[in-house]
């Protein structure tokens, strides 16, 4: 069993901790669990009380290679005894250089291209439309519903849940266009009984057309410089684009010149059992956006893209003081080393695939379980308080969520309903690992079941 409790969770100095930083910190950050880490390795957590805990959030996707992998900190002991920051704009470095060559090595597309590094993933989503808008000398940015894409104002702007993200701090940036994204769970007529398959090609083809009308005639491909999108959504609640979809996306775009990006913040670097979701959508983007699993835990982020459109801004156009820090390069290449090298792809592979037949037994036994879907581990499901209605359960998340921290498992939650359980466990978790984190969702999601009056099926 990796799972230990020796207190009640949050723990006495947990407690204390949450007190002292209610004091000094503003309430604006939030917190999934009021539990303080001391330490942390691969997919186990140690909180400041002793207890050992299953980590099925990574860090909101960050720690795809688990906590502290070895070779990736001996990468950051060894960088940070040489030097820490010189500034890539000042003093430029070999491993800054090193890992753009490796970015545009690995990210989908068979044509030049050039990647500038960053430090979050709202800085590579901010460059990106800086990119895009020099390049094509066009002003209009299109995104879609229930995307997340950042905190910072042009982000902000292309994030579509208001609260808490965008919540009292309007105006936000213009000649951006919000578009339908296809989630066929909650569209518009959607009923259940109704072949998914067929049903969700009929949603991406009434998307396309909203899509499609929106540039033509309430925009103009003249006034259009980029389309961005997730390949799964990640805030938006874990809903994967349709390779269908994708490929009407691709040819629009192609057909229209306009410069289509892929953020690829969560959903890169093995968490959909591929190194990239475009890369099982048959998607080659113009532009692609990497951060999270990118650095193995040190900040970093990156835009990837054709090499023409990186090269439109003039020399200096876009930079930063610790943009592509040296020690995060380090750390980001020993990634990259552990992907191309080792076995983690097949890893996730795996998982995803005990993932997904795990959580559509849930589906099958407990009626507070509406929806199952994602691509590879990156996946989720919805809490409803009525199958028939589809009547989101946000408390219902978050009681699941507080269940599962108090019997030694982290989850998060997602979703413009804020009902989404979305799974992020380290991909190399062991399979004693997943199954024991799994019982304990078992067990919180027969709490909420009996919560309703519901009795789970056989």
């Known amino acids: 069993m990796s799972i230990k409790l020796r207190t009640e969770i949050p723990g006495p100095r947990s407690r204390e901790l949450m007190t002292a930083r209610q004091h000094h910190v503003p309430r604006g950050p939030f917190h999934v669990t009021p539990i303080f880490v001391k330490s942390a390795k691969g997919a186990t957590i140690e909180d400041v009380d002793g207890n050992l805990l299953l980590d099925f959030a990574s860090g909101i996707g960050v720690n795809n290679v688990g906590h502290c992998d070895g070779s990736v900190a001996a990468a950051v002991r060894d960088q940070a005894e040489n030097f820490m920051h010189v500034a890539f704009n000042v003093t430029p470095y070999e491993n800054y250089i090193e890992l753009c060559k490796r970015l545009n090595a690995l990210t989908p597309g068979d044509f030049h291209k050039k990647t500038f590094l960053a430090n979050s993933g709202a800085e590579a989503v901010e460059n990106a439309i800086k990119l895009a808008r020099a390049y094509t000398k066009k002003q209009a940015v299109v995104c879609f519903d229930h995307a997340f894409h950042g905190r910072t104002y042009m982000a902000m702007t292309l994030t579509s849940k208001a609260k808490p993200y965008k919540m009292g701090f309007g105006p936000f940036n213009p000649e951006v266009y919000r578009t339908p994204f296809p989630y066929p769970y909650r569209w518009a007529g959607n009923a259940l009984g109704v072949s998914p398959a067929i049903d969700a090609q009929a949603v991406d083809d009434q998307c396309f057309a909203e899509f499609k009308d929106l540039v033509i005639n309430r925009i103009t491909p003249y006034d259009c410089a980029a389309v961005i999108v997730e390949p799964v959504l990640g805030e938006g609640g874990f809903i994967p684009m349709s390779p269908y979809f994708a490929a009407k996306l691709r040819a629009f775009c192609s057909e229209h010149k306009i410069v289509l990006i892929a953020d690829e913040i969560q959903s890169g670097f093995g968490r959909t059992g591929s190194l990239f979701a475009c890369e099982q959508l048959g998607l080659v983007p113009d532009m692609i956006t990497t951060a999270k699993g ?165």
């Open 294 to 458: 990118l650095g193995g835990g040190m900040p970093i982020s990156a835009v990837t893209g054709k090499a023409e459109i990186m090269d439109a801004a003039c020399e200096g156009g876009i930079g930063g003081t610790f943009g592509g820090s040296p020690v995060s390069c380090a750390a980001a290449l020993a990634v990259c080393d552990l992907f191309e090298k080792g076995d983690i792809l097949k890893r996730a592979q795996h998982l995803g695939a005990q993932i997904h037949e795990t959580l559509l037994d849930l589906e099958k036994k407990h009626a507070v379980v509406g929806n199952v879907r994602g691509l590879g581990t990156m996946m989720g499901f919805e809490l409803v308080k009525d199958r028939t209605t589809k009547e989101p359960w946000a408390d219902g998340a978050k009681q699941l969520t507080k269940f599962c921290y108090e019997h030694g498992l982290i989850i998060m939650t997602a979703g413009t309903y804020g009902n989404v359980v979305r799974l992020l466990m380290p991909l190399v978790i062991s399979d004693a690992e997943l199954s024991e984190g799994f019982e304990i969702l078992k067990r919180g999601l027969a709490e909420l079941n009996r919560h309703l009056g519901h009795k789970p099926s056989s």
